[in-house]
């Protein structure tokens, strides 16, 4: 705590683990014998570095840039890019510290890392977009490598972002390689990444709701975000048979009671990704919704709720909220959307929790599978990768599941999850000697 004081998000992180694995370091003497914990939670490599780009006026901006190479104990570093004003070391080593579990969780061979950089992509010109990609690569690259480090996406890092890093990578290093995953289907990218996100986590939560004998079919969804994750996360509940009522920017969020069907999902995957508007612009097209301003939507009515948008978007005055109104199933698209005091309040309301380390676990593992593509020069159908993203979905929810089951906390996906993910990491690491 000394060390990182400063660092509350990676603190919050860590403590979850650390209170997560009690169980485990009292029943197994190796780990504080080969110190396992304390060199888990120091991160291999920090870079951090200057991203100088001039905007559309002529004026010169510099930006920070970072990425945390957090574990390689399994595998390559990987982890995502984001683009965000709230970016800094302390977030950036939570979102790498977490990735190191859920990666293992995955099942295949991937170390942890994450990356970006405190510059805002809202309001900028393709042009500025550009160059700002370009610059940042241009330190970036020499970090590194199909074999090193692969980043991805992550909030305001998307197809766009990730092609014109590519572009400059391949130009820098005169190699064609899949060093970042998430690159379009032309060039190397893999059908279902994009959907991969959302749909994991709503795999996931089926099997949770499957576990107690239940189904999606008429259940009422509350979603935030409307990027990425919280997208995907939609279309994957309506084909299951749900009604997601709600979407949300930095703004505010939208609820339409009617539900929001396949057609309006398409007016917001337009809007979001091709017109890039905000969600407020939903209630001018549909006028049965509401907009509420400089709120999240936990407080509709719903039966399940799922975070799609960022850390610590779940208060626990919102989670009872939540609780109040009927909700039984919590499934964390995004990374750590729920605060310590509403994951309490979850659990003492025997709320089914699915943590973002294993619910949102997809994304990372179909970017391990185009990574197998790249290396084999072949790419799957989306039939196959699908397949696969939900078998690797079911795994995690049975191995979150077992472990907790084994460690005396049945039921409880939290523990589950950071103790499976965590054995593996641990192993590794006592076996690679004291590195
Ligand atoms: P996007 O940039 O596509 O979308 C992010 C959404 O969340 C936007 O609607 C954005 O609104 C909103 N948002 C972001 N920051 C804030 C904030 N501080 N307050 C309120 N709303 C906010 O990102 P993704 O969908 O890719 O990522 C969403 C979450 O999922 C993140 O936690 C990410 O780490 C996690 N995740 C993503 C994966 C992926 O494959 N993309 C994989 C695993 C986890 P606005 O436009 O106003 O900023």
């Not at 991160?43 to 100088?52: D, T, Y």
């Not at 692969?150 to 890093?165: K, N, Q």
């Not at 001018?284 to 960022?310: L, N, Q, S, Y």
């Not at 196959?384 to 409880?412: Q, Y």
Request: glycine content about 12%; charged content about 25%.
């Amino acid at each position: 705590k000394g060390r990182s004081g400063h660092e509350p998000e990676f603190l919050q992180a860590v403590q979850e683990v650390l209170e997560s694995l009690e169980p485990v370091v009292s029943q197994m003497p190796e780990i504080q014998e080969y110190s396992i914990l304390e060199r888990m939670v120091e991160p291999e490599r920090v870079i951090l570095f200057r991203v100088p780009w001039v905007d559309d006026s002529g004026k010169i901006h510099v930006n920070r840039g970072f990425r945390v190479q957090f574990s390689s104990a399994i595998g390559p570093y990987k982890g995502g890019i984001r683009f965000h004003s709230s970016v800094n070391l302390s977030i950036l080593k939570f979102l790498g510290f977490e990735q190191v579990f859920k990666n293992s969780l995955t099942t295949l061979p991937l170390g942890g890392g994450k990356g970006g950089s405190d510059f805002h992509p809202h309001g900028k010109s393709e042009g500025e977009i550009m160059r700002f990609c370009q610059s940042f690569m241009t330190e970036l690259y020499r970090h590194i490598g199909p074999d090193t480090d692969v980043p991805a996406g992550d909030i305001g890092v998307g197809g766009r972002e990730v092609g014109y890093m590519f572009g400059q990578y391949k130009r820098i290093v005169n190699h064609f390689t899949g060093v970042l995953t998430g690159k379009g289907i032309d060039f190397g990218g893999s059908l279902v990444r994009p959907e991969a996100t959302g749909y994991g986590c709503v795999y996931f939560a089926d099997n949770m709701l499957a576990q107690q004998g239940d189904g999606f079919k008429g259940k009422i969804c509350a979603i935030s975000g409307s990027g990425n994750v919280a997208q995907f996360c939609a279309e994957k509940l309506l084909e299951l048979g749900a009604i997601p009522v709600s979407f949300s920017d930095s703004n505010g969020f939208i609820y339409d009671p009617d539900g929001i069907d396949a057609e309006k999902l398409a007016f917001v995957m337009d809007l979001k990704n091709v017109k890039r508007g905000r969600i407020r612009e939903y209630v001018e097209k549909f006028p049965k919704a509401t907009f509420t301003e400089g709120k999240r939507p936990w407080g509709v009515k719903a039966d399940c709720a799922f975070p799609c948008a960022t850390q610590n978007e779940i208060s626990g005055e919102e989670a009872a909220e939540l609780v109040k109104n009927g909700c039984r199933l919590v499934a964390e698209g995004a990374n750590m959307p729920s605060t310590p005091e509403a994951i309490d309040i979850f659990m003492k309301n025997g709320v089914l929790f699915a943590p973002g380390k294993a619910a949102n676990a997809g994304g990372v593992a179909t970017s391990g599978l185009e990574m197998t593509q790249n290396s084999i020069r072949l790419s799957w159908s989306r039939e196959e990768v699908d397949e696969k993203l939900k078998g690797i979905m079911k795994s995690i929810h049975d191995n979150a599941w077992d472990a907790a089951k084994e460690f005396g906390r049945e039921g409880n996906y939290i523990a589950g999850a950071n103790i499976a993910g965590f054995l593996k990491v641990a192993r590794a690491m006592t076996l690679q000697g004291v590195v």
